[in-house]
């Protein structure tokens, strides 16, 4: 299976809020609500953000949400600020596959 | 606290063999089903492999059935991942994660391999 589709990279502005996409098949994304998505900051492991489409864990941020519309899932990160600079990675349960990455620059 | 922690990393030659390890603390090792994933320097991430909580169930990832073998010892709590034939093209830092509602909810901080020669 292809990985999932995510932008290169995103730019947004301190208290601004941006949305990552990712793409990918009906056999993945579109089928399941098992999609989830990571923070990695340089030389650091991934750190779960949202699981099951929209779930938070306890801890994380509720400027973190996440969506979904049908092969498409979305990570909206509201009021930026510059912690939230980072490599953000989608990725789909089924399948077992992530999307190749998207870098937050916050200006 | 939940604490993973890899072992067993470092240089080796094209064609050999690394056993890497996962220590797990803070948390009842048997009751979750575990996982490697791993990022070549510079790129995305990429999952290896899975192990089922009680060992009944493991799967790997077409660029390494094969070649890789996951296993654990929940005496231990331990899980493994053991590497044979290496190529240049694992070359990455490997990560141990544990599985929680179809995501990776914790990780640990990795440990490199290097295949070269």
């Known amino acids: 299976q292809s990985a999932l589709t995510q932008p290169a990279s995103v730019s947004g502005s301190p208290g601004q809020s941006i949305t990552i996409s990712c793409t990918g098949a009906s056999s993945d994304v579109g089928t399941y609500n098992a999609v989830s998505w990571y923070q990695q900051h340089p030389g650091k492991a991934p750190k779960l953000m949202i699981y099951?489409?929209?779930k938070r864990p306890s801890g994380v941020s509720n400027r973190f949400s996440g969506s979904k519309s049908g092969n498409t899932a979305s990570l909206t990160i509201s009021g930026l600020q510059a912690e939230d600079e980072a490599d953000y990675y989608c990725?789909?349960?089924?399948?077992?596959?992530f999307g190749g990455g998207t870098k937050l620059t916050v200006l | 606290q939940v604490q993973l922690v890899e072992s067993g990393g470092g240089v080796v030659l094209p064609g050999r063999s690394l056993r890497l390890s996962c220590a797990a603390s803070?948390?009842?090792?048997?009751?979750?089903?575990m996982h490697w994933v791993r990022q070549a320097p510079g790129k995305g991430l990429e999952w290896v492999a899975i192990?089922?909580?009680?060992?009944?169930?493991?799967d790997y990832a077409e660029s390494v059935k094969g070649r890789f073998t996951i296993s654990r010892d929940n005496s231990k709590n331990t899980l493994y991942l053991q590497m044979k034939s290496l190529r240049p093209e694992d070359t990455a830092v490997y990560y141990c994660?544990?599985?929680?509602?179809?995501?990776?909810?914790?990780w640990g901080q990795g440990t490199l391999v290097t295949v070269s020669s």
């Open positions: 990725c789909s349960y089924a399948g077992s596959i």
């Open positions: 994660a544990r599985e929680d509602s179809a995501s990776y909810s914790y």
């Open positions: 099951e489409g929209s």
């Open positions: 192990m089922s909580y009680d060992g009944s169930y493991k």
């Open positions: 803070g948390f009842t090792f048997s009751n979750y089903a």
